[in-house]
Structures are given as structure tokens and as C-alpha cells.
């Protein structure tokens, strides 16, 4: 959404991760690409943004930011090109197709396609 001053505001999830470096390139494989990255110095944890299109995720090897274990959900178009990088099987349900991935650090991927228009939201 964009605000009247022309800011846009958004949510982007942070994903704890233990080498930014190595989940960059994982999250490549999904066609994201890397678009910043900042220590504080060197040697200190990483914070990375990545994006594919609009949607961005930060990759963050801090300690303190987000819990292991997260569950993404990612609607994103060309869902079988995701299914065969990664091989793996494409679901269908009532409200898209979907498949399951895990990260290198284990947090949990659902990759959606919705079937038909989305859904339009209520004022």
C-alpha cells in the first residue's frame, strides 16, 4: 500500500538464518536475488534483503531476530518451475496449488499459486 506522502508500507518477514551467504543462494533456486547486505563490521552477523519482484524477505544471522522453525507462506507465480528446481510434488486444494519446502536452516516454505482471480479485500 502506498501511504499519501508516497512511502510504501509493507510487511517483510525476517528469516533467522546461520550463513546469509549459503540462504541467498538457496533462496536464488526461487528466483529471488540479493539486494543489499550490512555488517556492522566484519565478522559481525549479516542482515540481507532478497527479492523477487516485490516480495522481500531479510535474512538475518543475528541472534535475536526471529525464531528457527518459521513458516513462510509465499504466493508466487510458476509454481511447477519451483516444483522441478526443487523436486518436489505440487498439491492442489480448493484455494491454489501448493508445495512444501524447507530452508537450509529449517524454516518452512509453502509456495502457493492461487487458482482463479484473488480474492478482492474488504474496505
Do not use: C, K, Q
Not at 17 to 28: F, L, Q, T
Not at 35 to 64: I, K, M, T, Y
Request: net charge negative; glycine share 10%; proline share 11%.
Amino acid at each position: 500500500m502506498t501511504r499519501g506522502d508516497g512511502t510504501t508500507e509493507e510487511a517483510v518477514p525476517i528469516l533467522r538464518v546461520a550463513d546469509a551467504a549459503a540462504s541467498a543462494r538457496w533462496y536464488a533456486r526461487l528466483g529471488f536475488a540479493v539486494a543489499w547486505e550490512h555488517r556492522f563490521e566484519p565478522g559481525l552477523p549479516a542482515f540481507v534483503e532478497v527479492h523477487r519482484g516485490r516480495v522481500r524477505l531479510f535474512l538475518s544471522e543475528h541472534a535475536g531476530d526471529a525464531r528457527p522453525d518459521t513458516l513462510l507462506y509465499l504466493r508466487l507465480n510458476g509454481i511447477d518451475a519451483v516444483a522441478a528446481e526443487f523436486g518436489v510434488p505440487v498439491g492442489e486444494e480448493p484455494w491454489g496449488r501448493e508445495l512444501a519446502l524447507r530452508d537450509p536452516d529449517g524454516n518452512r516454505i509453502r509456495v502457493g499459486e492461487p487458482v482463479g482471480p484473488p480474492p478482492t479485500p474488504d474496505p
